[in-house]
């Protein structure tokens, strides 16, 4: 799998056109297991994750086609899963099981289980779904579900993403009307909202916190393109801001990276907002506070590339994970590049403005990945990230390409 080479580079400058949106084509590729006749869903990123998708849904029996970007599912004769393995390895499998009870009164999913970044439990989806009427347990390290689905008031617990993402498809097709609250409300869910009423759902309430879905009894294949991708955008932002240079990031909605727009102002940078797309450009000042928190709050998904910006920024950052329990791994690997950074708990404090030096280091995650190479931009001498598992590439497409076309020096070759 790849390593990086990245050096000290100039200021970026330059366009980039945002992919369409990891978070949102997963859920849409699951959605597609509701639908009696074929989906196609337009402008796929080329990631490994959106990969691993396609063959658990094979394996739960959907045929795929794949033409340049286009992907294709028909939904033939659906069956639970076989493979164990194509599960395990990805955490968004467990979107099918929504589709697959609703479908087949039945779902057996293999857990991928917990991640670099925490514990990842399914409590919220399994409670939801026996709200509707379904047993359910969690034996064999599968999540199991079984009976015919019907609307029901629901409550979760915490605004899951995932959870809402498959509450939200069994209801789709449950006998009667299910209302779940306190739901997620991130861009994510509105698309997946706005696919499922194409094929011709009934769902009010999508980016609210109060979703009414009156279920109907079959969904049609329908063509769609998700939303551009927000975090590969915010990615990029944060790129802009530590190496002092101008990007326009075209194709994606200011609206879904309100928070994330409001720090770098805050801290320094000039942000325009017009029809193509963001306008960044100036450096960051100073340090800023971050507190992760679901939509509309700060994004998890951008607390690493946040903490590289920070880094950069002279004064102090003090950072709040509220989302996941251990989303700091790359602070260990940015403080070996000489960043002042001390971690405690879901708390990390960043003293900024200390330069930083090339050092051989290793993607811990998705994101942690991405940090470590925009920190390579800034730092004297040589970086190395090593990533083995291919972390970057499973949420990011050709993200070193991206910043290479914008003037970064960053390369990259098969691990020997
Ligand atoms: C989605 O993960 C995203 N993944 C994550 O992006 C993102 O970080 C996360 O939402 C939060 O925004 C996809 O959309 C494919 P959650 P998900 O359920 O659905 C706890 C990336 O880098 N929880 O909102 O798994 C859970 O442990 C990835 O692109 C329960 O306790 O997130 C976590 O602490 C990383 N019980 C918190 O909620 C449950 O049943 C948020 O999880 C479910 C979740």
Redesign the pocket.
Known sequence: MPVYTIRHSPALHGEAQINTS??AV??ILAAALLCSSPVTIHRAPRLT?VDHMLRVLTDCGARIGRQDRDITIYPAALRQPREPQNLHSL??S??VLGPLCVRLGEAIVPLPGGCA???????????GLRAMGAETEQADNCAVARGRLRGANIYL?????????NLLMAAALADGVTRIENA?K?P?IVDLADFLNLAGAHIVGAGTGTLVIEGVSRLSGVEYTPIADR?EAGTLACAAAITKGSMLLCGVHGEHLRALLFKLREMGLLVQEDARGLCLRGQVRHGADIRTL??PGF???LQAPMMTVACAARGRSVFLET???NRYMHAISLCRMGADIRTEGRMAVVEGGRPLSGAVVEAT???AGAALMLAGLIAQGETTLLDEPGHICR?YEGLDEKLRALGADVTIAPLH
């Open positions: 990891k978070n997963l859920p994750d955490r968004a467990i979107l970044i925490g514990q990842r439990p399914v409590d919220i989806h399994l409670n617990d915490f605004p899951s993403v995932g959870a809402t993402e997620a991130e994510e975090i679901s939509y994004p998890t998904d989302i996941f329990e995650d998705l994101r949420g």
